[in-house]
Each structure stands twice: as C-alpha cells, then as structure tokens.
C-alpha cells in the first residue's frame, strides 16, 4: 500500500512568503521609470503573483480542515499563513491604489520605502524558512531582527514623507490621496513585521 504524501505546511507558508519577496521586486521593477500607463500594464505580474499566493493559502486551509495531525497547532499555522499573506495583498493593493488614485508622478521618499518593503520580504522569507528548524537555526534570530530594524527605518522615513507633504503640498485633493498611499506603505512593512513577531512567539511556544 502506498502512503500518501503528507502535506508540508512549512514548505507552504515559505512559498507565500516567497512570492511576497517576488511580489516586492515586481512592484519595484515596476516604478523603475514610473509612467502611469505602463505602470499599469506591468503591475499584472504582481496581480498575477498575488493570484498564486491565494491558491497556496487556500490550500494550507484546505489541509488543516482534514488533517488529523499537524506539526504545530492548527491554529497557529491559520494565523502565520494569515499575515503572510496580508503583507501579499498589501503588494497587490498598493498596485491599485497608484491605478486608482491616477498617481501619475512618484513624490520622494516612495521609491526608498519600496526598497524597504523589498529588504523586509526577503528577510521574512528566510526567517519563515527557518522556522521549521528554529532550534538549529543561526539565521532565524538574525532575520527577526533585521525585519523589525528596516520596520524603525520605515517608521522614520513615513513621519518625513508625511511631514513634507502637509508641509509643502496645498492642494487637499493631493494631500488626501498621497496620505492613502503613504498609509499603504507603512502598513505594508507593519504587516512584514508581524510576520516575524509571529514566527518569534511560536518559537517560544514551540520551544
């Protein structure tokens, strides 16, 4: 009789949080040489990357509703695919607010958050790699650690951005839209912090 194959959550969730660094990278690539028609056009591949990631998360809770045994408590695993894939979506909403809003020219400062957003992805992927392993891992404390380090650099750099905006910006209609995109930025990088803080409170509990 052949055994079936058991399912890999941890291999799952680093999937999406894998797709979460690649998600990043799209976006960043994106507004390389921003130009609101074109940004539009190659925003499909994060849509197209969000896509696949719905497919995996609704996959880990397809298995955790008919698997009898799981390798940690299947509530843990619900909330770690959950606010893996929050940080996902925020890429993909990000992408349709610039749309939405008709963002036409990027203000300063956007380009260096994405950059942040794209560090912090990566860090959670390796850190989400790790976990399976936490107590062997050398790299898992140093990954938690740089994600909360980029997530105080983030926090500093929103409070300037939205400084200059109220400061220099007079037209309400510009400052109402600009607050709803800096806000999505910030949440974004928040998210990629709760990641860790997550995978850090399950170490202990796993511990």
């Not at 400052?175 to 850090?200: F, G, T």
């Amino acid at each position: 009789m052949i055994r079936k194959k058991q399912f890999d959550y941890f291999a799952a969730m680093k999937d999406i949080a894998h797709l979460s660094h690649e998600a990043a990278t799209a976006l960043q690539t994106s507004i390389a040489d921003y130009d609101y028609e074109s940004f539009i056009v190659k925003s499909e591949a994060v849509h197209e990357i969000e896509h696949q990631g719905d497919t995996y998360a609704n996959d880990i809770y397809e298995q955790l509703a008919v698997t009898f045994m799981t390798p940690i408590d299947r509530e843990d695993i619900a909330l770690l695919t959950d606010v893996l894939d929050d940080v996902l979506d925020g890429i993909n909403e990000f992408t349709y607010l610039l749309e939405n809003l008709v963002i036409r020219e990027l203000r300063p400062g956007v380009r260096e958050f994405i950059e942040t957003i794209v560090a912090a992805t990566e860090a959670v992927e390796v850190a989400t790699g790790e976990f399976s392993k936490f107590k062997n891992s050398k790299k898992l404390k140093e990954h938690v650690k740089t994600v909360k380090t980029l997530e105080k650099g983030a926090d500093r750099l929103y409070s300037e951005m939205t400084k200059e905006l109220y400061t220099h910006e007079k037209d309400a209609i510009e400052i109402i839209k600009w607050r709803d995109v800096y806000n999505k930025l910030e949440k974004i990088v928040n998210d990629a912090e709760s990641c860790v803080k997550v995978i850090k409170s399950l170490v202990i509990k796993n511990s």
